[in-house]
């Protein structure tokens, strides 16, 4: 792991599908990178995406493999105009009803005076938490890329169309993509493939929805312009959802769709936010999901289950409600905090917990989420400072870690030093060996271990054979005075010749109470199989 991606959130993402007319396309790239300019350090961020496709799956195909790449060259090359001259619906289409948009250099400035040095302030308590400049330089990189990402997004959806109508002009989709970068999380949309954050705390859209029938703003601005909003009429009578004339198509937004003409836009609506300090879950589909399963209902639904299990089970959740007659396409993306990294989900969305929940179990909440349009300015926010706030708390907890650690392995020395102590000083009070005796000893090699004391004090004894052969001679015979000879009783014999050789043994031997008037040789050999006893 870098240095950089130390601070960063990890992310863990999972897919499920369910197939009905094989429109949609999808992509998923946790780990995908990008340069701004051409001298700068490559940045890792996460780009995922879901395109539901509609009259074929072209389209939603050539977006799906089109976007990152067409988005990595946007950043790799900011001064890359716009192709004015390019065909298509949305040729004249970059701008809006609300001013609208170059495609690079004038987002709005988010960071004033007071911001930068908020910024400052907390850059310097990150260096003192430990982290290297090498790391606060690669952070500040990556905020950069970030301040450049919403331009570069509306020249990638732009030329994806451009490029795709140099192949087809028959089909049309929506387009949802996540661009993950450090904790700022960036959504760009075109569509009503739509996109929610869950922080255990709220649940939030964070994406636009262009479908006439939801988007009052959608409307005003096509009927702005000239066109037409009204529904299909079937014998006079209007029927189905509210569509855009001339083409007919139910969003005001979509990459293809070349009879839709310019005012069906491929300029996607951008939000941004900054991801809690414990981080969050990111659930975008299509909207073969979110026309049978309620928001909030399926955020719900999932929590306290990985990623993996948590997309399957949305599909399934939408297949119970009702037999689906669309495509549905779940990516789920988990962000969890570097503290977190062996959790199965992002911490504060364990199962049936709220943020009020956790709030009254003791454990913290999720912070709000600010969510603003960083091409308009709305609900600008200073996400610079919430992320270097974010970055701080990452530093702080991996700096409580380490000084715990070794605050622990210095405990653990102390403990053996006094151990050692103790077992030293016990030797000592038992009484030791000489310095001398313990030289002779030892083998060169360290010093001999003995069983016990004892074991110890009787190897100590040393004594040459001749001083063992003298002292026995000045102590003399043993004294046989007190002392009594007992007979042994025989040992049985299996054979009839053993038991007469005892039998006359035993009359010729003399009992013990006459054993001091016998004979000396019977004397010897009553005693020669006997016994002493003490008298």
Known sequence: MSVKEALEPIIKYALAKYVDKGEDAWTQQPAAEATLGDENEAIKIGFFGVFDGHGGKAAATFASRHVLPLLQNALKDPSAPEDGEASGSQASGSASSDGGHSPMGDTPATANAAELKDVAGLRADVAAAGVTEVALAAN?????????????????????????????????????????????????????????????SEVVQVSGNHRLDDSKAERERILATGAEV??????????????????????????????????????????????????????????????????????HHVRGLPASKAASELVALAARNRKPRDDITVIVVDVLPPSAHDAKHPPLLARAKSGAAAALAGGPAAEPVDIFWPLTGEGATHW???????????????????????????????????????????????????????????????????????????????????????????????????????????????SEASQRRDSEASRRSVPVDDAESADPAQREFAGGRGGRGRG
């Open 384 to 494: 610079r400072r919430n992320v270097w706030q974010r970055r701080l708390a990452v530093a702080q907890e991996a700096k409580r870690q380490r000084d715990a650690v070794i605050a622990a392995e210095a405990a653990k020395a102390a403990k053996a030093a006094e151990a050692a102590e103790r077992q030293a000083g016990g030797v000592s009070s038992n009484g030791s060996a000489s310095d001398e005796t313990q030289s002779d000893a030892s083998d060169g090699e360290g010093e001999v271990q003995y069983a016990s004391e004892l074991h110890r004090q009787m190897a100590m004894l040393q004594m040459d054979p001749s001083e063992l052969e003298v002292a026995r001679d000045k102590a003399g015979p043993a004294e046989d005075e007190g002392w009594e000879t007992v007979p042994t009783k025989p040992a049985r014999r299996d």
């Open 230 to 299: 009204a529904q299909s009429e079937v014998e006079g009578k209007g029927v189905g959802p509210m569509r855009v004339w001339p083409g007919g198509l139910a969003m005001g937004r979509t990459i293809g769709d070349h009879a839709g003409g310019a005012v069906v836009l491929c300029e996607p609506e951008i939000r941004q936010m900054t991801l809690p300090t414990g981080g969050g879950r990111l659930v975008l589909a299509s909207d073969g999901l979110w026309d049978l399963v309620k928001p909030h209902t399926a955020a």
């Open 140 to 200: 500040e990189c990556a905020d950069m890329l970030v301040e450049a990402l919403p331009a570069a997004l509306v020249q990638a959806f732009a030329a994806t169309e451009r490029e795709f109508f140099t192949h087809s002009q028959t089909s049309g989709t929506t387009a949802t993509v996540a661009v993950v970068a450090g904790w700022e999380v960036l959504i760009a949309n075109v569509g009503d493939s739509l996109g929610y954050l869950d922080t255990g």
